[in-house]
């Protein structure tokens, strides 16, 4: 789960979440606002 850093809502769901060498990353598209943004953990 993420937060929209454009509006605040709580995205429960990553469109995409992939691997590289150094980090997890996941892709997540705002359903209220439609805003995209990734995270890295
Ligand atoms: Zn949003």
Redesign the pocket.
């Given at each position: 789960m993420a937060k929209?850093p454009?509006?605040g809502?709580e995205v429960s769901k990553p469109d995409k979440s992939f691997k590289n060498m150094v980090f997890h990353v996941e892709a997540y598209t705002?359903k209220?606002?439609g805003?995209c943004f990734k995270v890295m953990g």
């Open positions: 929209c454009n509006c809502k705002c209220k606002c805003y």
